[in-house]
């Protein structure tokens, strides 16, 4: 068997296999290797590229702190710039030569005898490492719909996350199914070309404007300037902040979240002119329950003559089209815009993985509920480190997550080097103590939950609970810099 041998693995090159690679460099830990199953680095920006596709927030909170780029070309940059900046990061921090594509993790075991993982790979090559990053991201899995008879659609079938540019939409019957914030995108960019376009809806968007605008010649020079960089930054992550976490998580004490609902409505209003599609697009869950959509231009879409809203539920898919109890849509095109498997068995992560005496992370997380100390480290796993994992990500830019994160995993590995600890694990009563903190924040209650039960949100695991971190961005980003390192058992070889 042919083994590839490494300090450190991670796996995905997506922003944050980037950002713990670019951390881990500067720290001097050379020895480590980048697996990923895609042919390209990006991540969701490498497989997402739906016509439309773009950040949903601002992008200059949407990129690393310490490698802010001038040229966005809007304030919301399409796809096709983050993923010219993955590139970017790739070749500027030497990270090309440590990454392995098309490399498929299937499974990763820790042996407790060497303190080192072995990870299986769908080519069956194994990969050994001391320290494993996981750094597979959330939103990777495409999601199908189970809908009878959906194996028998005739037309093209398409996810928006895996999109086949060889597919000419013009004057094509398309349905999409779905709408989420990837629909949003994609509806308005598609609607002008096609015949007909029958949208299939489940649970209406909370869609707010978007404060976009090219960032034209001028004040991309004046990003430049002294300062100009740091100003816009700043100004960015407040607008974000007051728009996600501070309105999630601190919605008893600030009106942010019903100064969104009053902005949402009047949104719908000025946007759609017919009122019985109005009512259609009104969600009737608060604002926070999912992740809202920002966009200028998805609602007045609906206004489009060759556009039909269907709100009833699907019962099949035939050869020929997508069926309600009452009408038959007609289709030649068929877009699921029905998004990533999230809080679902085998993407958290998405291979099987082991720990001391065979423990089973999944397992142990449905006998015992998503928990993670700090979003990083669970007890039984150690020397396994997550960027994503259950109360780590608090709904602000994801850029501020991987830093945060990294610089978690960064004090673990370091403190690892300095004492020749072969094994590092993370306390039971440290995990304990941090959970017991997040479910306090919370108060019993997650966002409005009372209003959130219909609105089919991806940010509810399958136990009831919202494992997204109860704080501000400042908050978390202090405690990765601050957690006592003590919450860690450091253990020598053996
Ligand atoms: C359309 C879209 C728009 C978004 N917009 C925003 C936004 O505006 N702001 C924001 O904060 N977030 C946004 N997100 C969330 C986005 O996923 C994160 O911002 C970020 O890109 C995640 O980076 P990541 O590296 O953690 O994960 P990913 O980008 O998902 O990369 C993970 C990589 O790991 C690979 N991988 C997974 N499992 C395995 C395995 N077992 N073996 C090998 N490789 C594996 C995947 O194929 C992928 O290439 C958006 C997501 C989507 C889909």
């Not at 303190?115 to 050994?128: K, P, Q």
């Not at 990003?223 to 607008?239: K, V």
């Not at 694990?425 to 966002?447: I, K, P, T, Y």
């Amino acid at each position: 068997m042919n083994t590839i041998e490494h300090e450190i693995i991670i796996v995905g090159a997506g922003f944050s296999g980037i950002g713990a690679a670019i951390a881990l460099r500067e720290a001097g830990f050379e020895d480590f290797l980048i697996v990923d199953d895609a042919d390209g680095v990006g991540g969701t920006w490498h497989w997402n590229t739906y016509p439309g596709v773009a950040v949903d927030i601002p992008s200059f909170s949407y990129q690393f702190s310490f490698d802010q780029r001038t040229e966005w070309s809007r304030v919301y940059a399409p796809g096709r710039e983050l993923k010219a900046y993955a590139e970017s990061c790739v070749d500027k921090y030497g990270l090309r030569p440590r990454i392995r594509f098309g490399t498929t993790v299937t499974a990763a075991d820790f042996d407790a005898g060497t303190d080192r993982w072995t990870l299986r790979t769908a080519d069956g090559t194994e990969l050994s490492a001391r320290f494993v990053l996981s750094a597979t991201g959330v939103l990777t899995r495409p999601k199908l719909p189970e809908i009878p008879g959906i194996e028998t659609f005739a037309g093209a079938t398409v996810h928006t996350a895996r999109w086949d540019h060889d597919l000419d939409l013009r004057g094509r019957r398309v349905a999409v199914i779905g709408t989420g914030a990837s629909a949003v995108q994609v509806i308005p960019e598609i609607a002008p070309r096609v015949e007909h376009l029958t949208v299939f809806q489940r649970t209406p968007i909370w869609c707010l404007p978007r404060p976009d605008a090219a960032v034209p010649l001028p004040a991309r020079l004046a990003l430049r300037l002294p300062g100009g960089r740091a100003l816009t930054r700043l100004l960015s992550q407040t607008y974000v902040e007051f728009t996600f976490p501070l309105a999630a998580h601190y919605h008893r004490s600030l009106p942010t979240a019903a100064i969104g609902e009053r902005a949402g409505l009047a949104h719908l209003r000025r946007q759609v002119r017919d009122p019985a599609i109005r009512a259609k697009l009104t969600p009737d869950y608060a604002l926070g329950c999912k992740r809202p959509s920002f966009s200028n231009d998805y609602l007045a879409t609906f206004n489009r003559a060759n556009v039909t809203l269907e709100t009833a539920p699907i019962t099949e898919i035939t050869a020929t089209g997508v069926h309600t109890a009452q009408t038959a849509h007609p289709a030649d095109v068929l877009i699921l815009a029905t998004g990533f498997k999230v809080m679902e068995s085998g993407n958290m992560p998405t291979y099987d993985l082991h720990g001391v005496d065979g423990l089973d992370l999944e397992k142990w997380w449905d006998e015992n509920r998503l928990q993670a100390y700090e979003g990083v480290s669970v007890p039984g796993f150690p020397n396994y480190f997550s960027i994503i994992g259950p109360y780590g990500y608090n709904g602000a830019s994801y850029f501020t997550l991987i830093e945060n994160q990294t610089r978690h995993i960064l004090r673990c590995l370091r403190r690892a080097r300095a004492t020749g600890a072969t094994r590092v694990e993370v306390s039971r009563a440290a995990n304990d103590r941090f959970f017991r903190e997040m479910l306090a924040r919370r108060g019993g209650q997650v966002f409005w939950q009372d209003s959130c039960a219909d609105a089919n949100s991806y940010y509810f695991d399958k136990h009831g609970d919202v494992p997204l971190r109860p704080s501000s961005t400042v908050e978390a980003a202090w405690r990765s810099g601050h957690f006592d390192l003590s919450d860690y058992l450091f253990t020598p070889a053996r």
